[in-house]
């Protein structure tokens, strides 16, 4: 059985390619004495930190827009929501409704 590959993986991937390439770079500069070797070792270091960082961020907005639970609401769901109690809906109505959709469970 072939085990499908995630979202998550591919962007894991994504980011040691990067930093491998830019370590790669950075010894090739290093090894033919090139002036721009030591800006190329700083910003490898600079962006051993920022990338990781950079790619948890963007999952952590990408798995807040996609709702990654069985009981999460989409946010267009959500915002349908908000407009029905700014157009004066009862909030009792609306919250019984949720509570039926999807089990009156909060994702924490």
Do not use: H
Request: glycine content about 8%.
């Amino acid at each position: 059985m072939k085990k499908k590959i995630t979202f998550k993986q591919i962007i894991a991937m994504c980011g040691i390619i990067l930093l491998v390439g830019m370590y790669g770079v950075s010894i090739v500069f290093a090894c033919l004495a090139r002036p721009e070797a030591a800006d190329m070792f700083f910003a490898s270091l600079a962006m051993t930190v920022a990338l990781p960082i950079l790619l948890y961020v963007y999952l952590m907005f990408a798995r807040l827009s996609k709702g990654d639970g069985k009981n999460s609401m989409p946010y267009a769901e959500l915002r349908r929501y908000n407009k029905r109690l700014k157009n004066g809906e009862a909030p009792e109505a609306i919250a019984k409704e949720i509570e039926e959709k999807y089990g009156g469970k909060e994702d924490t």
